[in-house]
C-alpha cells in the first residue's frame, strides 16, 4: 500500500503535549523570547499548543492583547498558541480585566490568571470568579501571600537560613491555595491551580478532589527534579518562584502525579535575558526554561524510578492539558487531530 512507515525505535509516539504554563515575552520583551522563537522550542519539545501567560508588556487584559498574541502564533503556525488572559487590570489585583471580551473575541480565551502574582484581595478574588462562572472559564491561580513572601529569595527552611538568603514558606502557598478553594466551593467557579510546588497543597487538592471541588493542579518540571539544595551555589539559574522546595515537597508532588491529585504537568518556561539572570542572587529576576526539557525530566524522575508508567505520562503532558483548555482537536491520536 501507500503507507509510510517510520522508525520509531527508541522514541516516545504520543499525541503531542499541551502547555498550560508558557511566557512567551512579546509583547514586550522581544530580546528574550517571541512567540516565534517560544513557538520553535516548544514544538522541539513534542509540543504541539501553548498557553501564554499575559505578564507581558501590555498585560493581555484586552481582547486586541488577546487577539494579537493568537494571531502571531497563527502566522509562525508551528504550535497551537493559546492565551490566558489576565484577571485584573495591569495585573493590579483590584480592578478586573476585560474579560467577557476576551472570552468572545477570536482568541477565544478560556483561563484567566494574574500568574506572577497571587490574587491579594479575597473580595476581588470572589467577584472574579462569581464574574467567571457565567462564561465557565476557569480561574487560575499562582498562590502566594505576598505579605508573607515578603521579599523571600529561596524556600524558608534550614538551608535558607544556612545560605542567609530570605525565604519564602511553603505556608505561603499553602493559605493561598486553601482561600482559592473555599472560594471555589462559594462560587461554583472552575479553579486550576499553578506549579503547585508544597506537600501541604498538594494535600489541600487531594482532599478537594475528594470532595467533588471544581478544581485541577498542574505541576512543573522543575519542583519535581530539584530541591533547594540547587541554590547552595547562588547560582541565579536556579531562582524560580514558586521556589525550590524541600525534599519532601518533591515527594509530595511527584506522588500527586502519579495518583491523579494533579492533572497536569506544565513547564512555567519563564525565559530571562542573560544580562538579566547574572547578576547577584537577589537581584536576578525568577524564571527557569522548560519547552526543550519537560520530556526528558518526567521521563527521568518519574517513568524510570517507577512513579509512573507512560500512559500517565501522556495524561499529564497531553491529554489532561488539552482537556482543560477545552482543545478538542489536541491530546489524542487520532485520524485528522
Ligand atoms: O519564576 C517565575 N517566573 N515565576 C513566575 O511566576 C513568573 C515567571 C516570569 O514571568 O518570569
Known sequence: ???????????????GFVDLHTHLREPGREDEETIATASTGAA?????????????????????VAEKVWALGRETGLVDVRVAGALSRGLDGAVMADIGEMVRSAARVTMFTDDGHGVQDSL????????LVAFDAIYAEHCEDAALAADGQMHEGDRSAELGLRGI???AEELMAARDIALARLTGCRLHLLHVSCARTVELVRRAKAEGARITAEAAPHHFTLTDAALETYDPLMKVNPPLRASEDVDAVTRGLADGTIDAIATDHAPHAVEEKDQEFSYAPPGMLGLETA??????????????????????????PARILGLDEQGSLEIGS
Do not use: W
Open 1 to 15: 500500500g501507500k503507507a509510510e512507515v517510520i522508525d520509531a525505535d527508541g522514541a516516545i509516539v504520543a499525541p
Open 295 to 320: 520530556l526528558a525530566l518526567s521521563f527521568t524522575q518519574l517513568v524510570e524510578p517507577g512513579h509512573l508508567g507512560l500512559s500517565r505520562l501522556v495524561e499529564l503532558l497531553s491529554t489532561n
Open 169 to 171: 514558606p511553603a505556608e
Open 124 to 131: 476581588f478574588a470572589r467577584r472574579t470568579m462569581e464574574y
Open 44 to 64: 522541539a519539545g513534542g509540543y504541539t499548543a501553548i498557553c501564554a501567560m499575559p505578564n507581558t508588556d501590555p498585560v493581555c487584559d484586552t481582547s486586541s
